[in-house]
């Protein structure tokens, strides 16, 4: 149980242009999924916070109008990207979670922006 | 907000030997701590956690200890294998967000 799927698993595009990453829990609805950014050999740097049915909760340095966060069901969540420019190029993982505080991650969206 | 040390940043261990990963957190509010490992590319994978209200917690060869005063818990692997190379992350958090530790990247000397 606890599977969480995220797609696609690599994009690259153009800089200028706009990025949907899709976060899915399988098997369980999920009150609460998470988006990271990971570079790397670097640890796993919290976005945001999202809740079903509610504007998520970005952390401080977070430009929410260029990452955009829609949680629209208790099992899909969306990072957009918008405007990618290179230096958005990173490892963007969610994680979901049902209850209490255990997290279960999605496999990772490795984001490569020209 | 919580802040997450967490030492060594690299540890090569011998095949068989013992491994001791040390965290560290600043907020006394935190009552959750999971330790994750994440291959290369890969997803990060839950180990083991503890909550507060535990002083230790085991699982096979996986162990974590909390010290709630000193505001640290460890992870420590017995018996070490090849597979157990990775990089470990401890986390802390509270009311479901979690801070990451900068992670320790384990490497099992066969």
């Known amino acids: 149980g606890a599977v969480v799927s995220q797609h696609p698993s690599r994009v690259i595009c153009k800089s200028g242009t706009s990025v949907k990453i899709e976060c899915r829990s399988l098997d369980f609805q999920a009150t609460t999924m998470f988006w990271y950014r990971q570079f790397p050999k670097q640890s796993l740097m919290l976005m945001a916070t999202?809740?079903?049915?509610?504007?998520?909760?970005?952390e401080q340095g977070v430009e929410k109008d260029k990452f955009l966060i829609n949680h629209a069901s208790l099992t899909l969540s969306t990072l957009t990207v918008t405007s990618a420019h290179p230096e958005d190029s990173s490892f963007y993982i969610c994680?979901?979670?049902?209850?209490?505080?255990?997290?279960?991650f999605g496999p990772g969206t490795r984001l490569t922006v020209l | 907000g919580e802040n997450v040390e967490q030492h060594p940043s690299t540890l090569s261990v011998q095949e068989g030997d013992s491994a001791v990963i040390k965290c560290t957190y600043s907020d006394s509010a935190s009552n959750y701590f999971p330790w994750y490992k994440q291959e290369l590319g890969k997803r990060p994978q839950l180990i083991i956690d503890?909550?507060?209200?535990?002083g230790e917690k085991k699982d096979q060869r996986i162990a974590v200890t909390l010290n709630k005063t000193a505001k640290h818990f460890s992870l420590h692997i017995t018996e070490t294998q090849p597979e157990d190379s990775a990089v470990y992350f401890c986390?802390?958090?509270?009311?479901?967000?979690?801070?990451f530790g900068t992670g320790t990247r384990l490497t099992i000397i066969p």
């Open positions: 999202s809740n079903e049915g509610s504007k998520a909760t970005y």
């Open positions: 503890i909550r507060s209200n535990v």
């Open positions: 994680s979901a979670s049902q209850e209490g505080h255990t997290q279960y």
């Open positions: 986390a802390a958090g509270g009311n479901e967000k979690l801070t």
